[in-house]
């Protein structure tokens, strides 16, 4: 199994840009999120889906979209990016119990 | 709602020394804990989690937390630290709730010394 895998691993864009990241598992997971990483603010949660064709807004939606049309796909789209996107962004994903996440291995973007 | 407070952004320990990472939380239901590792330019990995049962629970490494609900505290520890131990840690909690999400803790990046 290849777990949680994020495409891409690095990414760099000029304001304004739009982009996908791409997270899939293939543990037939129902539960799927997307999170932020920011130096001294942990990981902060931007939107997840409880089950294909779900999504929901976590802490920090703003700036985001997020689509799950198939199970093992979680998309996190940027419409136009801003300097502060800058960021690492990992996926994770869970069964429905014993509720523990299974993380991806992060992509790092850069907005300039 | 729910939150986590780590107490000290970094800690430094000498090799064999023990390790002691503060973790409080807060949840107005009973928690689930669980404290992740995350080594350099890596994702995290679970290092163990407590939901019900024994309150002292063994992770890999040598790691163990003990819940004590008293304290609203899950303290990760581990007796003799090794310079592979250096990464940062993050405790995170969550509820029994299915469409319960996880809160996570700042973190605490541990640095070892020979």
């Known amino acids: 199994n290849a777990g949680v895998t994020q495409t891409p691993k690095f990414r760099v864009l000029k304001t304004g840009q739009s982009m996908t990241l791409l997270c899939a598992q293939d543990m037939n997971h129902e539960y799927m999120y997307w999170y932020r990483q920011d130096p001294g603010m942990g990981l902060r949660l931007i939107h997840y889906s409880v089950g294909e064709g779900t999504t929901a807004k976590g802490e920090v939606p703003d700036g985001y979209n997020v689509s799950r049309l198939k199970k093992q796909n979680f998309l996190l789209g940027l419409e136009s990016a801003a300097p502060s996107q800058t960021s690492v962004y990992f996926c994770?994903?869970?069964?429905?119990?014993?509720?523990?996440?299974?993380f991806g291995p992060g992509t790092r973007l850069t907005v300039t | 709602a729910q939150s986590v407070t780590q107490l000290g952004s970094h800690v430094s320990v000498s090799e064999g020394a023990l390790v002691l990472l503060r973790c409080n939380y807060s949840s107005s239901v009973p928690p689930y804990l669980f404290w992740y590792v995350q080594y350099p330019n890596q994702g995290l990995q679970l290092l163990l989690k407590?939901?019900?049962?024994?309150?002292l629970v063994k992770g890999i490494n040598g790691f163990e937390a003990e819940f004590k609900k008293s304290e609203t505290s899950f303290h990760l520890t581990n007796p003799s630290a090794h310079m592979s131990d250096a990464a940062a840690y993050f405790c995170a909690v969550t509820t029994n709730s299915g469409y319960s999400t996880l809160t996570f803790g700042k973190g605490t990046m541990l640095l070892v010394s020979p």
């Open positions: 994770a994903s869970r069964p429905g119990q014993p509720y523990e996440q299974y």
């Open positions: 407590y939901t019900t049962g024994a309150t």
